[in-house]
């Protein structure tokens, strides 16, 4: 008989440093911008000021799925804020809008 493995928690709290504060994220928010990257930063936001607690709640607040918020903290695990957001710009790069 096969051992019987507990499955993978996918809509836990992400085991990851934002190190963003609250209010950068805020200032970053009031900036125009395409809605993706709005959602992206606001995924951070609602983490970083403990809206949200889990994968699950941030997914159904953007009305996104669950592995959409886990792709985009992996980015954010990868290279921070920049690599978050490097791909959504076809004439302007990240760092542009970050400054």
């Known amino acids: 008989m096969q051992e019987v493995k507990e499955p993978i928690k996918m809509s836990g709290r992400p085991n990851i440093k934002i190190t963003e504060s609250v209010e950068y994220l805020q ?4 900036k125009p911008t395409r809605i993706l990257a709005y959602n992206k930063v606001q995924m951070l ?9 889990n994968v699950r709640e941030v997914a159904a607040f953007l009305g996104k799925g669950e592995a959409t918020i886990h792709r985009w903290l992996f980015q954010y695990k990868q290279g921070g804020l920049e690599n978050l957001l490097k791909n959504l710009f076809c004439f302007w790069s990240a760092k542009k809008f970050l400054s």
């Open 27 to 30: 200032i970053i928010l009031k």
């Open 45 to 53: 936001y609602l983490f970083q000021s403990k809206q949200v607690s």
